[in-house]
């Protein structure tokens, strides 16, 4: 698997092909957007959604973790999609796997569990953004002064690529502009907003086994 590099401010992330940036300067796994209790959320309003696709994305962060062995978890929002279900606990069971790491979430719009879950687990919640350096992780996009750098989620974004006879496929991807970059979300069960080329942004689309640069 390929991934790209990028340098700002003389820090090293790697866009990853599991839709994560690793951070290698501060050795942080940076991930958007799991949307765990998704499925069961669905499931309990009478959708039927595959509860294999929340076991998908455990097992994604699982090698994650497995493979990098960072120091540090960064969730930037969106961790679990709705009120309590049996996914928070098969999300604790991982966490429990990882104890030497630190997870720490930044609260996203879908963030609304009550404190004790987070607490139980071992979770550093930080309520709107987390400032380190001139680097600012949040999930939303806010304001920025100057020389700071903003990664953030939310968005889901995505871009369509295509081909020969009218084909096309929309990939997930990272988006860069000026001083901000938008993460893909990490979550299987996610849909993707449509995102445009323009003058000044770099997009990064994800394939199961790279990060393409166009």
Request: overall charge negative; hydrophobic content about 40%; some cysteine.
């Given at each position: 698997?390929?991934?790209?590099?990028?340098?700002?401010?003389?820090?090293?992330?790697?866009?990853?092909?599991?839709?994560?940036?690793?951070?290698?300067?501060?050795?942080?796994?940076?991930?958007?957007?799991?949307?765990?209790?998704?499925?069961?959320?669905?499931?309990?309003?009478?959708?039927?959604?595959?509860?294999?696709?929340?076991?998908?994305?455990?097992?994604?962060?699982?090698?994650?973790?497995?493979?990098?062995?960072p120091k540090r978890l960064l969730i930037l929002g969106d961790l679990f999609?709705?009120?309590?279900?049996?996914?928070?606990?098969?999300f604790g069971a991982l966490r429990r796997t990882y104890s030497e790491i630190?997870?720490?979430?930044?609260?996203?719009?879908?963030?609304?569990?009550?404190?004790?879950?987070?607490?139980?687990?071992?979770?550093?919640?930080?309520?709107?953004?987390?400032?380190?350096?001139?680097?600012?992780?949040?999930?939303?996009?806010?304001?920025?002064?100057?020389?700071?750098?903003?990664?953030?989620?939310?968005?889901?974004?995505?871009?369509?690529?295509?081909?020969?006879?009218?084909?096309?496929?929309?990939?997930?991807?990272?988006?860069?502009?000026?001083?901000?970059?938008?993460?893909?979300?990490?979550?299987?069960?996610?849909?993707?907003?449509?995102?445009?080329?323009?003058?000044?942004?770099?997009?990064?689309?994800?394939?199961?086994?790279?990060?393409?640069?166009?």
């Amino acid at each position: 698997m390929s991934g790209q590099l990028l340098t700002l401010h003389d820090h090293v992330f790697e866009l990853l092909p599991q839709k994560a940036i690793y951070w290698h300067d501060t050795q942080t796994l940076i991930v958007a957007d799991i949307h765990l209790g998704k499925a069961s959320h669905f499931r309990k309003n009478g959708l039927p959604i595959p509860m294999e696709s929340g076991m998908d994305d455990l097992q994604q962060l699982d090698f994650l973790l497995k493979t990098y062995k960072p120091k540090r978890l960064l969730i930037l929002g969106d961790l679990f999609h709705s009120e309590y279900n049996q996914e928070w606990e098969f999300f604790g069971a991982l966490r429990r796997t990882y104890s030497e790491i630190e997870f720490h979430l930044v609260r996203g719009n879908h963030d609304i569990l009550k404190e004790h879950h987070y607490s139980t687990y071992d979770i550093e919640v930080h309520a709107k953004v987390l400032k380190e350096n001139n680097f600012i992780f949040s999930h939303d996009e806010i304001p920025l002064k100057e020389r700071q750098f903003l990664f953030t989620g939310h968005i889901h974004p995505g871009f369509v690529l295509y081909g020969k006879g009218k084909q096309s496929i929309t990939l997930p991807c990272f988006y860069k502009k000026k001083s901000t970059l938008i993460m893909p979300a990490f979550g299987w069960l996610t849909g993707l907003a449509h995102m445009h080329a323009e003058k000044n942004v770099d997009i990064f689309v994800v394939t199961e086994e790279a990060v393409w640069r166009l």
